[in-house]
């Protein structure tokens, strides 16, 4: 376990964020994280929705239960986090 920097780019949101969240944590709770700095302040809440993440300008989301620790992100890397249809 360790403290991991990250950018959040949060869909809606105007405000880059200084995001601290742990290597062991899953995208989920690392898109819950981010959420909890953006939704509700700048960006409204969209109940029945999920949010994903996935690199800045990808196309492609990282599966929701993968740790940090088991991709290749590095520290200070923008992250996109962005509402979907549940799967």
């Keep these: 376990m360790a403290l991991f920097p990250l950018i959040s780019n949060f869909q809606y949101d105007f405000v880059l964020q200084l995001l601290p969240v742990d290597t062991e944590n899953t995208m989920d709770e690392v898109a819950a994280a981010a959420a909890h700095h953006s939704v509700g302040r ?12 996935r690199r800045q300008g990808a196309a492609d989301f990282f599966p929701r239960q993968t740790k940090l620790c088991e991709t290749d992100i590095k ?3 923008c992250l996109e ?7």
């Design 42 to 53: 700048r960006v409204k809440a969209q109940p029945g929705k999920v949010v994903r993440v």
């Design 75 to 77: 520290p200070m890397e």
């Design 81 to 87: 986090f962005i509402f979907t249809e549940p799967a």
